[in-house]
């Protein structure tokens, strides 16, 4: 299957790093032009600079903006009104239990990892409906089906980016645009990896094998037995927001390893 975007702009929220850094390469690679956005220039120049090296025809353009605000979003929208492609990647998670979660803490994890890609895309879908095709993606997670008993908050936030991505699938109905989820288990991100880097220390674990075993005993049903790679899921984004997708749409799909022990969703 050879996957070719030239023309197409895509737009990936939460992209300096980690599972949005690789969906915007495989993006890139599909000769898509791609817009990624960050917090800091230090963070957003180094993620330019590893995506302008894949050698794809399409542009690379990056922002600084914190798109879990309104006024970040406002800066996004200025820069690049229109898209093609939205990837709604940005998100934070904590281990945290319920009892020691305020409700500030509770507002912040909506803002971010909901709001975020509501004004997204309320704001770019508009536009791919005049043209008549556009994909839209929320990257959301097994937890938001598997809310887990240690990151409740953020498991509430990514069952509600479900509802979100399949009501709008539902609203855009017959326009050419189709809205997915995508729903990551665990995976070798940089902030996985800083979360184990303790344990890893102690065991005298590399990262990759501390994460592994992270897998193992806390996801122990997981099929795969291991966490992924971020390449992995970016190859199910980049499907999605292809033109080879058409008849996908309103769907949530794993990419969990085998995490979630169902038939179905």
């Known amino acids: 299957m050879n996957i070719d975007l030239g023309g197409r702009t895509a737009i990936i929220s939460g992209s300096t790093g980690g599972i949005g850094l690789a969906i915007a390469r495989g993006l890139a690679r599909a000769n898509a032009d791609v817009v990624i956005a960050g917090r800091s220039q230090k963070s957003l120049d180094a993620a330019l600079a590893e995506l302008r090296e ?3 025809r399409g542009q690379i353009h990056g922002v600084v903006a914190d798109l879990g605000t309104a ?3 406002e ?4 820069a690049h009104p229109r898209a093609d492609i939205l990837v709604n990647n940005l998100g934070i998670y904590d281990d945290v239990d319920f009892f020691e979660v305020p409700d500030s803490e509770w507002t912040r994890f909506y803002d971010t990892n909901v709001l975020s890609g509501v004004r997204l895309a309320r704001h770019y879908a508009p536009g791919m409906v005049e043209k008549g095709w556009g994909r839209i993606l929320f990257i959301s997670s ?3 089906i598997a809310i887990p008993a240690d990151m409740i908050n953020y498991g509430v936030t990514k069952a509600a980016n479900l509802a979100v991505s399949h ?5 855009l109905a017959g326009t050419g645009v189709t809205v997915n989820a995508v729903l990551p288990g665990p995976t070798l991100t940089d902030g996985v990896a800083a979360l184990v880097a303790d344990a890893a220390q102690a065991s005298g ?7 592994d075993n992270f897998v193992r005993t ?7 037995q291991r966490a992924a790679d971020v390449d992995e899921v970016a190859h199910l984004a980049v499907y999605l927001a292809s033109p080879y997708s058409s008849a996908t749409t309103g769907a949530a799909l794993r990419v969990d390893g ?3 022990d169902s038939l179905a969703i």
Do not use: W
């Not at 009501?167 to 609203?171: D, E, I, P, Q, T």
């Open 258 to 260: 085998g995490v979630v």
């Open 75 to 78: 800066t996004l929208f200025a």
């Open 205 to 211: 674990r590399s990262i990759r094998e501390e994460a």
């Open 218 to 224: 806390a996801r122990p049903s997981s099929i795969i």
């Open 142 to 144: 097994e937890s938001g």
């Open 54 to 56: 894949q050698g794809g």
């Open 167 to 171: 009501g709008l699938a539902k609203r």
């Open 71 to 73: 006024a970040g979003a």
